[in-house]
């Protein structure tokens, strides 16, 4: 995350260890540490050459790997600034904030170095579908719940668009922490829960009227073929291209009521499903 003296993200120093439990580091240029299985990566905006050697004496983990690179190459080259939907601007903070249109509701989002900026075409197309359902299904949604939330801006687009209980959870503690962040930042913290949570031991609970899962194929074969991963309601899935989708179609259960398709122009796929009885018109 962004924390004083740093405004935005520039250069970035990272070291991949081959340990998880590390000492705390205090260092005013962290950005936050990764726990990935067995690994952790801590990433800076500077080099840390003699923390990191003094890190590795004193917990005996050794270095993987080490990289500096630009910001702009960690989003896969595409600059995060402001944008929007139908009805949101999404800013991130450091951009100035200007007057918002009559009708149009503001998202303050530090995306640090987690997925789910807005810029990757699948948190896009997750965003702008969420806003469909939300505002133009007549559908009633009052409970969501985002597996694999990142930096949670789908879970405070939820709040913002009026859903009432959301429910956030990630398995990656830095994702917790920038959600946390972020849903306290856009006064969301009333609506939106979030949770640090391995789906790879088991399932929480599922029961809400929509069920957001951005995730990669593995995950979400293992999670389609769970029966108890399904209940009555609404399943806007992503995170796959065309090549992925027979895999994940065959290990969609029989009691699939409809599914809409949406594309954009990277090839990325979501898929908007209902699973059971239909929800109560709005």
Not at 195 to 207: I, R, V
């Given at each position: 995350m962004l924390r004083s003296p740093h405004t935005q993200y520039n250069r970035l120093f990272v070291y991949y260890l081959d340990r998880r439990d590390l000492p705390l580091v205090q260092n005013p240029d962290l950005?936050?540490?990764?726990?990935?299985?067995?690994?952790?990566?801590?990433?800076?905006?500077?080099?840390?050459?003699?923390?990191?050697?003094?890190?590795?004496?004193?917990?005996?983990?050794?270095?993987?790997?080490?990289?500096?690179?630009?910001?702009?190459?960690?989003?896969a080259g595409v600059a995060i600034t402001t944008f929007e939907t139908k009805t949101l601007r999404i800013t991130p903070v450091w951009?100035?904030?200007?007057?918002?249109?009559?009708?149009?509701?503001?998202?303050?989002?530090?995306?640090?170095?987690?997925?789910?900026s807005g810029f990757h075409a699948t948190t896009r197309l997750c965003l702008e579908t969420l806003e469909l359902v939300l505002l133009e299904?007549?559908?009633?949604?009052?409970?969501?719940l985002d597996l694999g939330t990142g930096t949670g801006l789908l879970a405070v687009a939820a709040a913002k668009l009026g859903v009432k209980r959301v429910t956030a959870l990630d398995n990656n503690p830095l994702a917790v922490e920038v959600a946390c962040a972020n849903v306290a930042r856009n006064n969301c913290a009333d609506r939106v829960d979030v949770?640090?949570?391995?789906?790879?031991?088991?399932?929480?609970?599922?029961?809400y009227d929509l069920v957001i899962s951005n995730l990669y194929k593995g995950l979400l074969i293992r999670l389609f073929e769970d029966r108890e991963f399904w209940h009555p309601g609404l399943y806007l899935i992503s995170g796959f291209i065309p090549g992925m989708e027979p895999d994940l179609l065959a290990a969609l259960p029989l009691k699939l009521i409809q599914m809409l398709h949406r594309a954009n122009g990277e090839q990325w796929r979501l898929w908007l499903l209902q699973y059971g009885r239909p929800l109560v018109s709005a």
């Open positions: 950005i936050g540490t990764w726990i990935e299985d067995d690994t952790a990566i801590l990433f800076f905006h500077s080099e840390q050459e003699q923390l990191i050697e003094r890190l590795c004496h004193e917990s005996g983990a050794e270095i993987v790997y080490q990289a500096e690179l630009d910001y702009l190459d960690w989003e951009e100035e904030q200007t007057a918002l249109p009559q009708g149009r509701q503001e998202i303050i989002l530090d995306p640090s170095v987690i997925f789910g299904s007549g559908m009633e949604i009052n409970s969501v949770q640090q949570y391995d789906l790879m031991q088991g399932l929480p609970d599922m029961d």
